[in-house]
């Protein structure tokens, strides 16, 4: 079996590993990259394209409503996530309509 490629945003090294820990529960072979960066989210979906993508919403030069945009109009059928410490119920349905495949709240 092929392992998930994941492809993550995120700009917190304990919150990576967070995330990681919890694929690990599960016990899923996965294989991860991090961007923290639009730059580096570009570069990676041009080297290839995950299965999932993870995205923190807010990072300090990007933020994972401008992820989802760019997901959409390259890769449209790639899984997005968010993954936020605060996210209120508003604030995901809000998010599920943008296009958005689920959020997670840490």
């Known amino acids: 079996m092929q392992p998930l490629d994941i492809l993550i945003i995120e700009d917190s090294e304990s919150d990576v590993e967070l995330i ?6 599960e016990k899923l072979k996965i294989r991860t990259r991090v961007v923290d960066t639009r730059d580096g989210f570009i570069s990676n979906l041009d ?12 990072l300090p030069s990007f933020d994972g409503m401008s992820a989802l945009k760019i997901a959409r109009e390259r890769c449209p059928d790639i899984p997005f996530i968010l993954v936020s410490g605060t996210i209120g119920e508003e604030f995901a349905i809000e998010t599920l309509k943008s296009g958005v495949n689920g ?4």
């Open 47 to 58: 080297s290839g394209l995950p299965d999932l993508i993870l995205s923190d919403y807010k």
């Open 20 to 25: 990681m820990h919890q694929f690990a529960k």
């Open 103 to 106: 959020s997670m709240e840490w």
